[in-house]
T-cell receptor, first 111, second 114 residues
Framework: SQQGEEDPQALSIQEGENATMNCSYKTSINNLQWYRQNSGRGLVHLILIRSNEREKHSGRLRVTLDTSKKSSSLLITASRAADTASYFC???????????FGAGTRLFVKA | SAVISQKPSRDICQRGTSLTIQCQVD?????MFWYRQQPGQSLTLIAT?????????ESGFVIDKFPISRPNLTFSTLTVSNMSPEDSSIYLCSVFDVMNTEAFFGQGTRLTVV
C-alpha cells in the first residue's frame, strides 16, 4: 500500500525556475526520504530527513518536514533540464522497517 | 551504506513461465524487501524477506505468485510465477540499514512478459 500523496502529479517549468513538490503521509514516521528516478532507470537517493528535523539542504535541494501536518516539501532551485525525472517521497515508519512510497511527481524542465 | 546487486537486470519472458530474480548485498543485513514498480507507477511493497522463515506479504500479494527465499543475511530471491503480461514491471530489492534508519535499493529488474 502507498503511504503518501504527492502533489502535483506533474510539473512543467522552464530551466532556471524553482520546482516545489509536496508530500503528505498518514502515519507516524521515523524519517522521510526523497528519491529521483530518471525514465525507466533505478532510484537515486536524494536526501533523508529525520522526524526530529525540520529542514535540510543538499546542494540545490531543500527539504522541509512538518510532522504536525504530516507533510514534506522538496524544493529544487535553479532547475536544469537534467532535473527532468520522477520524484518520490518515501517514509520509514516509527517502530518499523518498511519504506513506503508516495505516488510521485513527474517534473519536466524545459530548456 | 549497502551495495545491492540484482540479476538479471532485464528479461523478456513468455506468459505462463516463471522468472527468479536474485538480490545480493555486500554486507549482512537484517531487513530485506521486494518492491514492484508497474509502468508509470510508484513503488509498491510486495513483501519482507525474512531470514529463516517465510516471507511476510503485503495485502494483494501471495506466496504462490511471488515465492521468496532468504537463505542467509546477504541473499534473497523473488520468483514471479505463472507470468502474465500484467506482471510486466520493474522489480526492486531493498535493504534497510537499522543503524542509520535508511533504505537502499538495487537497480531493479525490468521484466517484460509477452
Amino acid at each position: 500500500s502507498q503511504q503518501g500523496e504527492e502533489d502535483p502529479q506533474a510539473l512543467s517549468i522552464q530551466e532556471g525556475e524553482n520546482a516545489t513538490m509536496n508530500c503528505s503521509y498518514k502515519t507516524s514516521i521515523n524519517n522521510l526520504q526523497w528519491y529521483r528516478q530518471n525514465s525507466g532507470r533505478g532510484l537515486v537517493h536524494l536526501i533523508l530527513i529525520r522526524s526530529n528535523e525540520r529542514e535540510k539542504h543538499s546542494g540545490r535541494l531543500r527539504v522541509t518536514l512538518d510532522t504536525s501536518k504530516k507533510s514534506s516539501s522538496l524544493l529544487i532551485t535553479a532547475s536544469r533540464a537534467a532535473d527532468t525525472a520522477s520524484y518520490f517521497c518515501a517514509t520509514g515508519s516509527s517502530g518499523g522497517f518498511k519504506t513506503i512510497f508516495g505516488a510521485g511527481t513527474r517534473l519536466f524542465v524545459k530548456a | 551504506s549497502a551495495v545491492i546487486s540484482q540479476k538479471p537486470s532485464r528479461d523478456i519472458c513468455q506468459r505462463g513461465t516463471s522468472l527468479t530474480i536474485q538480490c545480493q548485498v555486500d554486507s549482512q543485513v537484517t531487513m530485506m524487501f521486494w518492491y514492484r514498480q508497474q509502468p508509470g507507477q510508484s513503488l509498491t511493497l510486495i513483501a519482507t524477506a525474512n531470514q529463516g522463515s517465510e516471507a511476510t506479504y503485503e495485502s494483494g500479494f501471495v506466496i504462490d505468485k511471488f515465492p521468496i527465499s532468504r537463505p542467509n543475511l546477504t541473499f534473497s530471491t523473488l520468483t514471479v510465477s505463472n507470468m502474465s503480461p500484467e506482471d510486466s514491471s520493474i522489480y526492486l530489492c531493498s535493504v534497510f540499514d537499522v543503524m542509520n534508519t535508511e533504505a537502499f535499493f538495487g537497480q531493479g529488474t525490468r521484466l517484460t512478459v509477452v
